[in-house]
């Protein structure tokens, strides 16, 4: 049986986030931070097991963007490490 334990991530603004306990081999955790045309903010996030699947999450960003109506966007990606 896999050892469990916690990944965490920091973001370039500071933000922090922990997952775990996961016996899982994530590395990268990426984050989209939307602002609607309302002023209202969506956040959309998730974790992957290599670098280059996390930058694919870029690829569907302009339609997503177009979809939904945001204002603007940003993508970040974070390394995960064990903690």
Do not use: C
Not at 21 to 27: G, I, K, N, V, Y
Not at 53 to 78: D, Y
């Amino acid at each position: 049986m896999a050892r469990k334990r916690y990944l965490t991530a920091t973001l370039p603004d500071g933000y922090v986030k922990t997952i775990g306990p996961t016996a899982a081999e994530f590395t990268h955790y990426w984050r989209i931070v939307a602002e609607l045309d309302s002023g209202k903010v969506e956040v959309f996030w998730g974790h992957t097991k290599s670098l280059a699947e996390a930058k694919k999450k870029r690829n569907a960003l302009g339609e997503a963007a177009r979809q939904r109506g945001w204002r603007s966007h940003r993508f970040e990606i974070a390394e995960l490490v064990e903690s």
